[in-house]
């Protein structure tokens, strides 16, 4: 009878604060989501506690969980594996709890075909909404300057089609108090809330 | 360039305390929506104020407005017309404010025809699922008491159907809470504020 949890996947372009948001949204005192805790193939640093910061693997053991489908995605940054073990992940939603990923936009999408039910939340750089005044005030900046901005900006809006909801990361507990509307949000979403009444009245 | 504001339709069965929701949301110090004034035919009641509880009409001046479509809903309860006006809708939406209609759920279903893209919120008895509790521990109550309650869960379980999300009124702060945070999560939706940054970019 228990309500499955939602899978939140929190990413955007690399540089935006997807790290410092979620560090914000871990340090509220009542947090709801479970953190997913990443694997990764690269050594612990100072400080860094093997089953808290990432699991930490050697290389022949996370191609072994690669090829035995146990990584919900995953890629290779600088000779080093990351990745989200899928395990922790569907048990933490089937105990009805939300589960919280804060990846790339390249693991998004590996996470979006198999979890096509995930609320998907894109964190997108303030830089986006400022470029109407740089258009508009255009003259004070150079026109090479201006057309670069609007290239990247393009890239940015595209790379958005994916998700669900887009949140501006211009301040960081704004961020986090919209992200935390967003998950609230969905769980009043009507198709659930039917869902779980109608679960009720079959027990009849 | 700016962005239109949202029809928020707060609806739910009769006795379910939409009003004191309503009246709860609008007694915040930064209520972020501007609340939809109804119109009627009925008797101004001591202390009600014409253009801030109602816009009081005759009912000749209410059939009119009813002849010329000016109504987005109108009912008619024990002899006097009730309704939501349509101009202050469309015009409060395209200076790019938030509307908040509060009313029955027959004058949902008409709002719904006329903005099918309105955001639609059924407030829900906490009865629907305490009912839970009544089936388990069947037979400290009869059984002709749980039936009834079933049926009319059923009931408002299909009226349901109509609305985006759900929220249950077990309290009113926690209500108005969830109610804050579906609008806020609205916002954050991406086809609009994809729009929105598209639309900067056209601007080129």
Known sequence: MKEKGLLIVLSGPSGVGKGTVRKAIFSQENTKFEY????TTRLPREGEVDGVDYFFKSREEFESLIEQGKLLEYAEYVGNYYGTPV???RETMD???????????QGAKQVRDKFPDG?????????????QNRIVTRGTESEELIRNRMDTARSEIEMMNLYDYVVENNEVATAVEKINSIVQ?????RERVE????????VE
């Open 119 to 131: 609320l998907f939340i894109f964190l997108a750089p303030p830089s986006l909404s400022e470029l």
């Open 95 to 105: 105990d009805g709890n939300d589960v919280f990923l804060e990846i790339e936009v």
């Open 87 to 89: 395990d922790y992940v």
């Open 185 to 189: 949000a969905e769980h009043c979403r």
């Open 195 to 202: 869902k779980r009444y109608k679960k009720m009245l079959e």
């Open 36 to 39: 997913s805790i990443s694997m």
